[in-house]
């Protein structure tokens, strides 16, 4: 082998040296940040696929790469400082192969270059077990935190919670009233747009108590605002009902008063935040109570129907009547049963069949009053027979309870009239108790034994 050739053989295994031994600081330097950053890696991970619905795989190869880059930077600034050089490992290597400092004379071109054998060792192996931990536990511990199962706060394909139920009452109103087309839409959207608002804060405080009492108070207004509208129309049309039927017949103040009672109740409705339709608006606008002759029996009816279904609509529309029945149902309006008078099929003392209650005019006079018919405040039951005595009758003696009433029947006292005369009172035949018993017992005792029960029976 020639000298050059040998050269180069030299120079190569000692380049060769030098490269491991760096790169065996830097995988050392590397271990402690590389697991340090990889359970921050997995924390951030567990709190992504947690918080988000969709993990983000994107961002987060994003951002795990510059984590990297940063971490290998550092690792390799912290490692450089150890670094060796071609020349020590030259040195390094002829100390191992106790050449005697021949490959450093050859390279100052005092000696030849010795002839290179065919192994060379350079005193150096690696240690896998140690260089292969961090790489595996980091690997471990980032599979660990894709695959670890755990769930998401919001999931998009998870149904959006149940509202409260006076939330849904009220939404149930809106389309029912949209539905029928009752109701001026200007009004709907207003309180639509109110409980979008509602709607818009976040599920978790849908339940709060200020979410519900904002809903209460929105679902009330507007119970008040469709319960004011239907009394308001049912009004309109019972005294167009009285017009019609009985108009001619009425005394002029009791017309007038009708036609007031008209004209207050379509301007509440006018005025109102909750109107009619705009189609039965314009008609009641148009309409001139004083002037119902102008108009046919069909189209009055028509007009009086008409309004009468809008203000049941605007019953059963009502989120504090739904479930109820029609018309004095149980749970209805209890001002509907009160009124209901007298016999079969809600007929009033003196009315005709088939004749509707408030029909008829009445034929009050001066010196019988006005001609109100009884039973005003409700159906009137069976007299009582007051201050007179009922016998009770027991229909079955299995069902007495403590505290009922079996039986009364008229007695007297029985009373020993025979004369007593007088009598001894008699002794006491206790002699007492505790220290008492003892002075009765044995007045004589010494004074140290006095002393002693007195104390005792303090």
Not at 4 to 14: I, L, N, T
Not at 162 to 176: F, H, V, Y
Request: aromatic share 4%; net charge negative; hydrophobic share 35%.
């Amino acid at each position: 082998m020639s000298e050059k050739s040998a050269q180069a053989h030299w120079m190569a295994r000692a380049k060769s040296l030098s490269n491991r031994i760096n790169m065996a600081w830097f995988l050392e330097k590397l271990s402690i940040p590389l697991l340090a950053s990889s359970l921050v890696g997995a924390i951030i991970i567990l709190l992504a696929r947690r918080e988000f619905p969709v993990f983000p795989l994107q961002t987060t190869l994003i951002v795990t790469s510059g984590v990297l880059l940063t971490v290998l930077a550092i690792s390799w600034f912290i490692a450089r400082r150890h670094f060796t050089t071609t020349e020590r490992a030259l040195v390094r290597v002829e100390s191992s192969m106790q050449l005697n400092n021949a490959l450093t004379a050859a390279r100052e071109g005092v000696a030849p270059w010795p002839e290179a054998p065919e192994s060379i060792h350079d005193g150096t192996e690696w240690n896998w077990r140690r260089l292969a931990i961090p790489p595996l536990a980091t690997l471990l511990i980032l599979l660990a935190a894709f695959l670890l199962p755990i769930s998401a706060k919001s999931d998009p394909n998870e149904p959006p919670p149940e509202e409260p139920t006076n939330r849904q009452a009220l939404q149930a109103s809106i389309d029912e009233l949209r539905e029928d087309d009752t109701i001026d839409e200007e009004y709907l959207d207003e309180v639509e747009e109110k409980l979008e608002e509602l709607r818009e804060q976040p599920t978790e405080n849908w339940f709060d108590h200020s979410a519900l009492e904002a809903t209460d108070n929105l679902k009330n207004a507007h119970e008040q605002q469709l319960k004011q509208l239907e009394r308001n129309l049912r009004k309109a049309e019972q005294s167009l009902e009285n017009l019609q039927k009985n108009g001619n017949q009425m005394a002029p103040d009791a017309r007038e008063r009708l036609l007031n009672e008209f004209d207050q109740s379509l301007q509440q409705m006018q005025q109102g935040a909750m109107k009619p339709n705009q189609e039965l608006l314009e008609q009641l606008k148009q309409l001139d109570p004083g002037q119902l002759d102008n108009l046919t029996p069909q189209q009055m009816d028509q007009l009086r129907e008409n309004m009468r279904q809008h203000a049941q609509k605007m019953k059963q529309a009502n989120p504090g009547q739904q479930g109820q029945g029609e018309e004095g149902g149980e749970g209805g309006d209890w001002n509907d049963e009160l009124n209901q008078e007298g016999g079969e099929n809600g007929q009033q003392p003196g009315q005709q069949p088939g004749q509707q209650p408030g029909q008829q005019p009445g034929n009050g006079d001066i010196n019988r009053g006005p001609g109100t018919t009884p039973g005003v405040l409700g159906n009137e039951r069976e007299k009582l027979q007051t201050g007179e005595r009922e016998g009770l009758e027991l229909r079955n003696i299995d069902d007495i309870l403590p505290g009922d009433l079996l039986e009364l029947q008229d007695g007297e006292h029985q009373l020993d009239k025979s004369k007593v005369g007088i009598r001894a009172g008699g002794e006491i035949d206790n002699l007492g108790d505790g220290g008492d018993l003892i002075w009765k017992v044995a007045p004589d005792l010494h004074p140290a034994e006095k002393k002693a029960l007195r104390e005792f029976f303090k």
